[in-house]
């Protein structure tokens, strides 16, 4: 996992993939869409956790479709659909939509009507800036799905003359919602 090719703004730190799949609720056979897919990092990860995963990862920069490409490939990802192209108009082209990791902010809102119009079980959103986490709580409580909101800090040990100090790592909100108030 961590043999990755990387991209800017990717990948999404592991600790943070944990908890937002935790949060998901994946099933076997789900269609899980990477909104945003960057590297392709949250896709790999999924894919280990169930069984039969039917993955949607999307992105709207070439550079991140290549990378995510060469990863797939490398990690041996099966059923991936990779489409270059703006979110919200993928999503709104699909037939199902059962979970969403958002990681790119771009069209949040369009984003998120699109995922509430497919009724996706679950939605977890990543966001770093405060504007945005702001932007996702109202829309989805607007659309009746919101479920919770996270503030994740991580810090990791690192070394100091032998011994060990923890550097923190930027906050990162993690934002719940979808159809499944369950989980
Ligand atoms: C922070 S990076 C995602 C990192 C990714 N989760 C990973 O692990 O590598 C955000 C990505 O979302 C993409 N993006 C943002 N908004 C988008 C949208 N509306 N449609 C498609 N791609 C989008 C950007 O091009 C960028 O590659």
Do not use: W
């Amino acid at each position: 996992m961590f043999d990755l090719l990387r991209v800017s703004g990717g990948p999404t730190k592991p600790e943070i993939i944990a908890i937002a799949l935790s949060k998901m609720g994946l099933r076997d056979s789900d269609r899980f869409f990477d909104v945003g897919c960057g590297t392709g990092a949250v896709s790999i990860e999924a894919s280990s956790l169930v069984k039969d995963l039917h993955i949607t990862a999307i992105d709207a920069r070439k550079e991140a479709m290549e990378v995510a490409e060469k990863n797939f490939e490398a990690f041996k990802i099966p059923n991936v659909n990779l489409v270059f192209g703006e979110s919200s108009e993928v999503i709104a082209q699909a037939e199902k939509v059962d979970c969403a990791f958002v990681g790119g902010s771009k069209n949040i809102l369009e984003v998120l009507d699109a995922l509430a119009a497919k009724n996706a079980r679950s939605i977890v959103v990543d966001a770093v800036r405060i504007e945005t986490v702001v932007r996702v709580i109202r829309r989805m409580q607007e659309l009746g799905i919101f479920r919770e909101v996270l503030h994740v800090m991580v810090s990791r040990g690192v070394d100091l003359m032998g011994e060990t100090m923890f550097k923190p790592e930027n906050p990162v909100y993690i934002v719940v919602g979808g159809t499944d108030k369950t989980n």
